[in-house]
């Protein structure tokens, strides 16, 4: 396996920084780095991104979660291990990342829910990071970056 080309964000002067810089600031809004990790990795899983989800596995297992709660995030609503708060952000996430498969993409329950748990600046952030994640894994699909090729 090889990928077409350079990652673009490698590519672009100044991408890298600035999506580097836009991370930065998801984290600095207080929500806890395992929530951000559970959304990449969701977001990851629905669009493909190998990458990504390598990354992200692995980030949160450095972490310290467990593998019950890597291993069932794709059916995060059956499993017991997370959280209302993780629930709410992982339902964001999935309705963010499938914009185009229904006709209300993001319904109201799904939102007053992500804000029921978060703050406006959390909940903005939440929704940046969202975007981010899928940024990072359109980037990789359409050049075919290769997992664990650091």
Same mark, same amino acid.
């Given at each position: 396996? &090889? ?38 990795? $969701?977001? &990851? ?15 949160? $297992? ?35 990342? $499938? ?25 903005g952030a939440l929704i940046l ?22």
């Open positions: 396996m &090889s990928a077409r080309m350079t990652n673009p964000a490698m590519v672009v002067p100044g991408a890298l920084q600035a999506l580097q810089a836009l991370g930065e600031a998801e984290k600095a809004t207080g929500i806890p780095e395992t929530v951000l990790e559970l959304v990449h990795l $969701r977001a &990851s899983q629905i669009n493909g991104c190998a990458v990504c989800l390598h990354m992200h596995a692995r980030a949160l $297992r450095k972490a310290g979660e467990s593998d019950e709660r890597i291993d069932t995030v794709a059916g995060w609503r059956d499993a017991p291990f997370f959280t209302d708060e993780e629930r709410a952000a992982l339902a964001l996430t999935e309705a963010v990342t $499938r914009l185009a498969d229904r006709a209300d993409p993001v319904p109201d329950e799904v939102f007053e829910e992500a804000a029921a748990h978060y703050d406006e600046q959390q909940l990071s969202i975007a981010h994640i899928n940024l990072w894994n359109r980037l990789n699909a359409t050049t075919q970056q290769v997992a664990g090729a650091y």
